[in-house]
T-cell receptor, first 116, second 118 residues
Framework: DTGVSQDPRHKITKRGQNVTFRCDPI?????LYWYRQTLGQGPEFLTYFQNEAQLEKSRLLSDRFSAERPKGSFSTLEIQRTEQGDSAMYLC??????????????FGSGTQLSVL | AQTVTQSQPEMSVQEAETVTLSCTYDTSESDYYLFWYKQPPSRQMILVIRQEAYKQQNATENRFSVNFQKAAKSFSLKISDSQLGDAAMYFCAYRTPYYGGSQGNLIFGKGTKLSVKP
């Protein structure tokens, strides 16, 4: 197990197109997070899953965004009708939610999206 | 709402010297967690150090230590004996615990770019 894997690493698309990103968390991690990071900013929380259930969504996650984690393992983040403002790096992180609040997040290397 | 502020967009340090990165935060909660993450050019966020708010003792991880001032809502990172590999973006982050309805997502500052001169 080599950590959190994200695919693709880079994605260039034209405005109006749909894109989908994939995240493979560390095996047996039951929590999975999506963050967005724009240039010069820290990551901003988008949404998270515990197993297959999507438990929280940020106001940043507009109706054009949808995330799934169908079997509680990998997750996909889809953006429909992309806009130039969607250009950012999309980071995935996973963790294991145990009995305590002492939880450590492991991040992937992100998918850099450029919308032309 | 909680906020995290890093007032130093860029910092520079000589190899083997010590540097301190600043972070302040705003919250009305008494229990929370604070983190420093490192983001090298590879883009992967790496946890450097973590501090629980209920602990008065400052966290230490090898060459990395924090100065946690709860009353002042300050959480600075000290890097001793700086190495070339320490060059990266450093982000301060805040997180609530997982009780009381909050799901505890991370709130990040804007980051400080650290350069290490040989």
């Amino acid at each position: 197990d080599t950590g959190v894997s994200q695919d693709p690493r880079h994605k260039i698309t034209k405005r109006g197109q749909n894109v989908t990103f994939r995240c493979d968390p560390i095996s047996e991690h039951n929590r999975l997070y999506w963050y967005r990071q724009t240039l010069g900013q820290g990551p901003e929380f988008l949404t998270y899953f515990q197993n297959e259930a999507q438990l929280e969504k940020s106001r940043l996650l507009s109706d054009r965004f949808s995330a799934e984690r169908p079997k509680g393992s990998f997750s996909t983040l889809e953006i429909q009708r992309t806009e130039q403002g969607d250009s950012a790096m999309y980071l995935c992180a996973s963790s294991h939610r145990g009995g305590s609040t002492n939880e450590k997040l492991f991040f992937g290397s992100g998918t850099q999206l450029s919308v032309l | 709402a909680q906020t995290v502020t890093q007032s130093q967009p860029e910092m520079s340090v000589q190899e083997a010297e010590t540097v301190t990165l600043s972070c302040t935060y705003d919250t009305s909660e008494s229990d929370y967690y604070l983190f420093w993450y490192k983001q090298p050019p590879s883009r992967q966020m790496i946890l450097v150090i973590r501090q629980e708010a209920y602990k008065q003792q400052n966290a230490t991880e090898n060459r990395f230590s924090v100065n946690f001032q709860k009353a002042a809502k300050s959480f600075s990172l000290k890097i001793s004996d700086s190495q070339l590999g320490d060059a990266a973006m450093y982000f301060c982050a805040y997180r609530t615990p997982y009780y009381g309805g909050s799901q505890g997502n991370l709130i990040f500052g804007k980051g400080t770019k650290l350069s290490v001169k040989p």
